[in-house]
């Protein structure tokens, strides 16, 4: 690659679906689809239980999908037993120890995966991108909220 390269869209979008294709291949291992990991791991960011609203919020936010979607997502997780109503508290999902266990699978696999994408690229370029992916995700994120 040249190092006149300047990040765009195209740019972002064709590391996004390569990246996300080396995960879909680790999540296929298990069964478990790309919307399931998302709820699996804003489950995990919570403590293990966090509010259906929220993450239903989250889901439609982050992967841009509409509620029915986020809401079958949710349902699928919970016939298969990895996510459960937080006893006493129906608005509340948890993790089963089912469910937990996959998500920890999941988490360690992609961190070995970013482990071998992001091998070798120095840390301050890293840290370039990052804080300009960010920026342009929050315009854009600005922008679609203006539009709504």
């Known amino acids: 690659m040249s190092s006149t390269v300047t990040v765009n869209g195209q ?7 390569a990246t996300r294709a080396v995960l879909e291949r680790l999540l296929a291992e298990s069964g ?3 919307h399931q ?13 966090t509010e259906r609203a ?4 989250r889901m439609t936010g982050t992967l841009r ?26 608005s509340r ?21 970013s482990a071998r994408l992001y091998a070798g690229l120095p840390a301050d370029e890293l840290a370039a ?8 995700t929050a315009r854009a994120n600005a922008e679609l909220a203006d539009a709504a």
């Open 93 to 113: 999902l948890a993790f089963t120890e089912a469910g937990r266990e996959r998500q920890t699978d999941i988490r360690t696999g992609s961190a070995a995966i």
């Open 32 to 34: 478990t689809t790309f």
């Open 65 to 90: 999908i509409d509620r029915a979607t986020a809401d079958t997502v949710l349902t699928e997780l919970t016939s298969a037993g990895l996510l459960e109503e937080a006893p006493g508290d129906d």
């Open 54 to 57: 929220a993450l239903v919020a």
């Open 11 to 17: 740019i972002i979008g064709q590391a996004h679906y």
């Open 37 to 49: 990991c998302v709820a699996l791991n804003a489950t995990a960011e919570n403590g293990g239980t």
């Open 129 to 136: 991108a990052g804080r300009v992916l960010t920026a342009v």
